[in-house]
């Protein structure tokens, strides 16, 4: 901070005599109205809080650059990818997803993960989590899975009823959750964990061909996870744990870094893929879709003013440049609508005008003009309606995502891909995790399903025991429930059990 003394002024310039005393007649009050001073001081301390965000409330973020590190021109031909060692500069914002904005970062949460380079074609948002994975595939679920991570509408409290309902009540959600309750629903800091698109986005080269990705940020720091015990400790030790170790790694010259790899599918690779490749609750295995190192992402500086560049940084996965676009994945053709939506909510229509979301590196030319909290000229004396004669930009058909073939009957269809949501699930518990990694699953998922209605319970156990035997018997041993009556719920269909757990 400065040393140098400076006047304090109103927020219009003009000086400042007194910051101690309101003016009053006498010495004991009453205040007088025309303390403009004092009035101008409440008046926007009344308005310093903007909306919460919904989603993603608690999260914290720094500048980095990200560098291309292998020539993947024939996949895209988006210009920040367009050579190795060409160097573009990102703003990343980590978060968690179900809690207020002063809730504690080591909660059970995935973690947000989201990206925005600051591209010479104008800016590009990834935003991710840190799980390659979701608990829904379909949009409409989300604001009532969103509702039961939150607060019981009677009690304000968080509910193990209501959370369980709705995922015993949703088994595609079974990948995510063994996830969520593994000790990567636990990250020990936001640099030790890795961030995933989840979604399946098209990449498209010059000549128009396209393939189908999905990004995985690896930590170089490592994975780091918390145990449940040692996160519930955090909570109430340092509730602000991964945003103060995030600032001052970057404080102290250790800058976080991550490797991005991609998975990469031809449009002939997918046509016959096991996965529906549209479906958010599945993975790619990586023995069937190696993925490939394309660059590394290093953050290096921290913001000045969190509010300024943190909390109003604002990230949507509709943020695109030529050589990216959409996948069909029905959550992502809702989430290129909703993030924007949220934005425009919380911070106007002009929030591309806040500098961190500002575009760095491409001009801004357009036809939109004014609306709440214009800021810069608003287009100037320029033409405001296009077609013009008056030397306005034009649009340009280069930057156009080639055209593509769709088709279909509309309508509202059930997800009817020929595959089981609880393979990916049963596999990571039985092929991937140790021992240990099992052992923390079940214990993390006793602690918080106890909580929940027994019925509930008996319901949720039969959709582990579907994605391994092992594993819903683990946890039914665990809450002390009746085996033979797991496996039996689990023989059923999801209509037939929902039945036999009823209320
Ligand atoms: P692989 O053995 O090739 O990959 C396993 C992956 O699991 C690695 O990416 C590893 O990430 C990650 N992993 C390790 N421990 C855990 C854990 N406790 N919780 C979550 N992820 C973990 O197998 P497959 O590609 O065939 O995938 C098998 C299962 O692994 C999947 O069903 C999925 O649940 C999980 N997984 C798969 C990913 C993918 O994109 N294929 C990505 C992440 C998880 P790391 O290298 O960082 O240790």
Known sequence: MSKKKTTMTSAFG?????????????????????????????????RERIPERVVHAKGAG????????????????????SEV??????????????????????????????????????????????????FIRDPLKFPDFIHTQKRNPATNCKDADMFWDFLSLTPESIHQVTILFSDRGTPATYRHMNGYSSHTYKW?????????????????????????????????????????????????????????????????????????????????????????????????RNPVNYFAEVEQAAFCPSMLVPGIAASPDKMLQARLFSYRDTH???LGPNYHLIPVNQSQNAPVRNYQRD???????????????????????????????????LDGEAGRFEFSFPNDDFVQAGDLFSKVMTDQDRANLVSNIVGHLGNAQKRIQRRQCAIFYKAHPDYGTAV????????????????????????????
């Open 14 to 46: 003009a000086p400042v005599g007194n910051d101690l005393n309101s003016m009053t007649a006498g010495p004991r009050g009453p205040v007088l109205m025309q303390d403009m001073h004092l009035f101008e001081k409440l008046v926007h301390f009344e």
């Open 62 to 81: 720094a500048y980095g650059y990200f560098e291309v590190t292998a020539d993947v021109t024939q996949y895209s031909k988006a210009k920040f990818l």
């Open 85 to 134: 060692g060409k160097k573009t500069d990102v703003f990343a914002r980590f978060s968690t997803v179900g809690g207020e904005k002063g809730s504690a970062d080591a909660a059970r949460d995935p973690r947000g993960f989201a990206v925005k380079f600051y591209t010479e074609d104008g800016n590009y948002d990834m935003v991710g989590n840190n799980t390659p994975v979701f």
């Open 204 to 300: 498209y080269n010059e000549k128009g061909e396209y393939v189908w990705v999905q990004y995985h940020f690896k930590t170089d720091q490592g994975i780091k996870n918390l145990t449940g015990p040692e996160a519930d400790a955090m909570c109430s030790k340092d509730p602000d744990h991964a945003t103060r170790d995030l600032y001052e790694a970057i404080e102290r010259g250790e800058y976080p870094s991550w490797t991005l790899e991609m998975q990469i599918l031809t449009p002939e690779q997918a046509k016959d893929f096991k996965w529906d490749i549209f479906d958010i609750t599945k993975v790619w295995p990586h023995s069937e879709v190696p993925s490939i190192t394309v660059g590394k992402m290093v953050l290096n």
């Open 344 to 346: 425009i909510h919380r």
């Open 371 to 405: 609306g709440a909290m214009r800021v810069d000229d608003g287009g100037g004396s320029g033409p405001n309606y296009w077609p013009n004669s008056f030397e306005g930009p034009d649009p340009n058909a280069d930057a156009n995502e080639p055209h593509f073939m």
């Open 476 to 503: 039914a041993k665990g809450l002390g429930l009746d085996v033979a009556d797991i496996e039996k719920l689990a023989a059923m269909t999801q209509e037939e059990r929902v039945e036999a757990t009823k209320a």
